[in-house]
């Protein structure tokens, strides 16, 4: 996501910073690059409008054409712009009630069922206890599909007596209260476009499970499109908030962009990628970071705390002193990062990296690292300097791979090593990564 939009502020930017004065026509010029960018993603054309004329009413109004880096400070406003646009501030989700009652809406594939299995995950780590409630009984294999999907997330599953929608919100959180669940997350029944029919069914439900939260569902592949229906849900249902969906492809950024301003309701979470853990809470400052090409180092540090064991942590940091480290030690720290999900969105969070390309970085590199390791010997493992020529033959034929690659991982297991032992030399504590 937002690829040709950041590659476009770092080119334009690229450009204001090399110049030790900027005049009226460059500040212009660079603006109308931006506004293209803007457009070319999708965003909508009064949002951008705006955008603009506020950026340049700021650097002018600013005298920051005049100041001593003009560029780094138009860099500055721009960002903060940027904040304005994507909702000035993260929003939690809000409870109320016991249960709390969340309904999800949205348009069919727009990835309801996924997110509800998604957003229950995410509320289990905030010790919520939560149920998921099928109410969409039309479409065949939907309640099905949600009972899988809270099977895989660990969470409880309402099974309805009802086809009646309505009959089901009415009933679910009673049950939902009786087991001891605090929050019941409400899959609704969607529909290939927006009709009269699926607004007032929303309608009675929302009036009978009163729920603390009316959160749509957007599909972020679809750009203004998803804004127009978010608004149209809000104008019938009054939504509290957005979830995004698919923004680790190759959406263009145009829905992220527009949905506040639009709506003047906020989003609160992203989905980033297939798997159940793959939602992220939204970070309008985060995320106008990563468009500007300044990474986002916050989220990439709390996904390290999140998947790396705090006593995993501490036992390498030992064995690191006392320079121990070895391939086995090398497998766990494989698995953690896999855990933290695709390595390209990783990529992206980080600093100074290009805006296109990280996303193709191969997750299938460290599939093949696991198959290496896994065809040595304990002995190997443990004691990586006897690899000597016939038994990284072995190790290849084994994992199914080349000894060029087993050279190749040895000699990145090397710089690892020498890397972590002057990091432990220099006094400080934790890992480096």
């Known amino acids: 996501m937002f690829g040709n939009i950041q590659n476009s502020f770092s080119r334009i930017f690229k450009k204001w910073r090399s110049k030790g004065k900027l005049t009226e026509e460059d500040l212009e010029q660079g603006l109308l690059e931006i506004k293209k960018s803007l457009l070319e993603a999708d965003v909508n054309y009064d949002v951008v409008k705006k955008f603009i004329e506020d950026v ?17 400070m138009i860099v500055k406003v721009v960002y903060e712009e940027l904040i304005k646009i994507l909702g000035k501030a993260k929003k939690e989700i809000y409870f109320k009630g016991n249960p709390s009652v969340i309904m999800l809406l949205g348009l069919q594939g727009s990835g309801k069922t996924t997110t509800a299995g998604k957003l229950a995950n995410f509320l289990k780590k905030k010790n919520r206890k939560t149920m998921l409630v099928p109410a969409d009984t039309r479409r065949p294999g939907a309640v099905e599909q949600l009972r899988q999907v809270a099977e895989q997330a660990g969470v409880g599953f309402y099974k309805p007596d009802s086809d009646d929608p309505v009959e089901i919100v009415r009933k679910a959180p009673k049950v939902a209260y009786i087991e001891g669940y605090d929050t019941v997350i409400v899959d609704t029944q969607g529909r290939l476009h927006v009709d009269t029919a699926l607004m007032q069914e929303l309608k009675k439900m929302a009036k009978v499970a009163k729920p603390s939260e009316k959160l749509f569902v957007a599909d972020g592949m679809t750009g203004q499109d998803a804004v127009k229906i978010a608004k149209t849900f809000d104008e019938n249902l009054n939504i509290s908030g957005v979830i995004l969906t698919k923004l680790d492809g190759d959406a263009r950024g145009g829905a992220a962009l527009s949905i506040f301003s639009v709506t003047n309701k906020p989003i609160k979470l992203i989905g980033v990628g297939e798997k159940l853990t793959d939602i992220e809470q939204f970070y309008p400052d985060r995320i106008a970071s990563r468009i500007l090409g300044m990474g986002d180092v916050l989220t990439l540090i709390e996904k390290a705390e999140e998947n790396f064991k705090a006593e995993e942590a501490k036992r390498l940091e030992q064995k690191l002193r006392k320079a121990k ?76 791979t080349s000894v060029q690659e087993i050279n190749q991982l040895m000699k990145q297991f090397d710089m690892m090593k020498k890397m972590m032992k002057s990091y432990m030399k220099s006094g400080r504590r934790g890992l480096p990564f």
């Open 56 to 72: 340049k009413e700021n650097a002018i109004g600013q005298e920051i054409l005049f100041s001593l880096n003009p560029g780094q």
């Open 325 to 400: 480290f070895n391939l086995e030690d090398f497998l766990a720290q494989i698995k953690q990062i896999k855990n933290m999900g695709p390595l390209g969105n990783l990529a992206k969070m980080i600093p100074g990296m290009p805006a296109k390309g990280v996303e193709n970085i191969d997750d299938k590199v460290l599939v093949r690292i696991e198959a290496i390791i896994n065809s040595m010997t304990r002995e190997e493992r443990l004691y990586p300097e006897i690899l000597n020529g016939s038994r990284r033959k072995r190790i290849a034929t084994g994992s199914g």
